[in-house]
């Protein structure tokens, strides 16, 4: 079953599984975005448009995801905001490069099937400066996590990887600098991360 199959079917549940227990983190790592001046943010894998309420409204956003599902969902919460969507695969952005201010990757790098391919084409189309932020679960370096490993044979077929080491990521990422790492979710395996490219 393809990803794009699987969400399509996740798009009318999705928020009931994922919504409350992400907003708080979702809340405080979009704090992180400038308030002020109107700038261009790219929201890779929006879904169904989670963050949408958190986001500063001077901004224009680009709302990205592989589903036209999800992006119905998220349409309809556009409220006001400056919100174009796309449809399209995170592994591969249809952007030129440095086209964003600040790209929001939240719980995307780690469903996708290709987390470093994510990783490096939110790195690409971000300006020199602009900051990445990246919400979603990942494993320590060293983590022997040996259920969720086991887990991850039938899940990254399906919805989403739990084996991904978001510091193997970086380290084939140079050109993102990591400025802060908090623990949110499930013990610490889910973490907001801010990054920045220089």
Not at 121 to 127: G, I
């Amino acid at each position: 079953m393809s990803l794009q199959h699987t969400y399509t079917l996740f798009a009318p549940v999705y928020d009931a599984l994922i919504e409350r227990a992400s907003r708080p983190a979702r809340a405080r790592s979009l704090a992180r975005l400038p308030a002020e001046g109107v700038l261009e943010i790219l929201l890779a894998g929006i879904g169904t448009g989670l963050d949408l309420p958190f986001l500063p409204p001077s901004h224009r956003y680009t709302g990205l995801d592989l589903t036209a599902a999800m992006l119905r969902r998220a349409a309809a919460r556009r409220n006001g905001l400056d919100l174009a969507l796309a449809q399209g695969d995170c592994c591969a952005l249809p952007f030129p490069g440095a086209r964003f201010d600040h790209v929001v990757a939240h719980l995307i790098v780690a469903v996708t099937p290709q987390p470093l391919a994510t990783l490096r084409e939110a790195a690409r189309v971000l300006k020199p400066g602009g900051s990445l932020l990246v919400l979603d679960k990942f494993l320590r370096p060293g983590q022997a996590a040996p259920l969720r490993r086991t887990l991850n044979l039938l899940s990254r077929h399906v919805a989403t990887r739990m084996d991904v080491v978001f510091e193997d990521l970086l380290a084939e990422t140079p050109e993102l600098t990591l400025e802060s790492d908090e623990p949110v979710l499930a013990g610490g395996w889910f973490r907001s991360l801010k990054l920045v490219k220089s």
